[in-house]
Every structure is written in C-alpha cells, then in structure tokens.
C-alpha cells in the first residue's frame, strides 16, 4: 500500500480550528470513525496516547505523526490535519504543530506492515523541505494528494 493509496478526503481537515493537541486528535479520530476506519474514538485516542508516552511524535518542522496500535481500528488508515494556528506538541525543534498526520494501525500483523510502510514513505517526503512547505501551504485536498502522487 502506498500512501496516495490511503489518502481518503474523508479523513482530511486542512482548516482545523483547535485550541490543542488533544483537539486535534480527537477531531481527526473522528473523522476515521466517520469514515469507518475505526469503531471507537475514545479508546482509540486512549490507545495513540500510549503510544505518545514512548516517544515524542512532533518531528519538527511543524509535523507531528502521532499513531498506536489499536483494536478499535477496522482498517488502516490516515487522517491528515492542517491546524488554523500552531498547536503545542511535543516536538524535536521546541516548535509546535500544523500539520499532523494521524495513523490508524490494527494490531493485527499485516496492517502493522502495511503501517510501517506508509509510515517510511511519507518520512522520506517530509525529509523534502519543497514538499513541506507546499503541504503547511495547501488548502486543496487535490494539492495534497498531488504532492503525495508525485
């Protein structure tokens, strides 16, 4: 599975108005149950904030990919966010978040794969200062799936 293969516009807010972090993934959760990704919102986020306690998510450069496995997840899944305002996150450069990539992994063996492989191609196009900047200034679902294409 590659990345523009899980982009669903179901699953994108590029003008979310949160106040923080918790917003923001509660909202994008949201969204992945509207969508049917996932059965449950609250154990969901209670199963990202596992994972949050074993490591920072914010990778700086405003982005944040904050994901968990989680037995309330049908089928993976992204659900992408652009923030109307910087948003306080854990983040490697102090700074905070505007773009956050939320990930929806079963625990199931071969989603957690399929996990890691979208989760390595969409790092290596965050490695890309052009891209990032072109996604923290988009605010077409078209534009991001573009840039997710190319």
Known sequence: MKVIDAI????????MDV?????AIVQLAG????ANYIDDVDSFVE???KREELGITGIG???AIPHGMSDSVKQVGI???KTNNEVEWETIDGNGVKLIFLF???NDHEYAKNHMKLLAEIATKLGNDNI???????KDVMELKEIFSA
């Not at 669903?8 to 003008?15: C, F, M, P, V, Y």
């Not at 969204?31 to 509207?34: A, D, P, T």
């Open 31 to 34: 969204r992945l149950k509207e």
């Open 132 to 138: 990032v900047n072109r996604l923290l200034e988009t």
């Open 19 to 23: 106040k923080n972090k918790k917003e």
């Open 79 to 81: 659900a992408i966010g």
């Open 47 to 49: 199963d990202i904030y």
């Open 61 to 63: 450069n405003y982005i």
């Open 8 to 15: 669903d516009e179901r699953t994108i807010d590029l003008s």
């Open 104 to 106: 929806a992994v079963s």
